[in-house]
Nanobody, 124 residues
Framework: VQLQASGGGLVQAGGSLRLSCAASGSIFSFNAMGWYRQAPGKQRDLQRDLAAAIAADDSTSYADAVKGRFTISRDNAKNTVHLQMNNLKPEDTGVYYC???????????????WGQGTQVTVSS
């Protein structure tokens, strides 16, 4: 399974960006998909850096810092997850990585894979 992320870029504070992450490969079902944000100069922390996630039942969760500004959604037909980011702030700057937890067959062990990351830069 491979993830292809897109949609990053440079935007002024208060602007918007939409990230997309398309999954391809042998996927039976998704357990969850999410976006992690790695801040400049910091190592990725799996607990601290989760920005948003969406589960198989479409329930969503967000980091407190992005609640009300970011929206995660999923297009099941295209195996794609989106992250709509509004009212961006300079502290949102970082490399955004998508990740998915999935199964390749019914009852199979959950597996995970990461996308390549896409840079988001918010200028003040």
């Amino acid at each position: 399974v491979q993830l292809q992320a897109s949609g990053g870029g440079l935007v002024q504070a208060g602007g918007s960006l939409r990230l997309s992450c398309a999954a391809s490969g042998s996927i039976f079902s998704f357990n969850a998909m999410g976006w992690y944000r790695q801040a400049p100069g910091k190592q990725r922390d799996l607990q601290r850096d989760l920005a948003a996630a969406i589960a198989a039942d479409d329930s969503t969760s967000y980091a407190d810092a992005v609640k009300g500004r970011f929206t995660i959604s999923r297009d099941n037909a295209k195996n794609t997850v989106h992250l709509q980011m509004n009212n961006l702030k300079p502290e949102d700057t970082g490399v955004y990585y998508c990740v998915t937890v999935y199964q390749t067959q019914r009852g199979g062990l959950p597996l995970h894979t990461w996308g390549q990351g896409t840079q988001v830069t918010v200028s003040s």
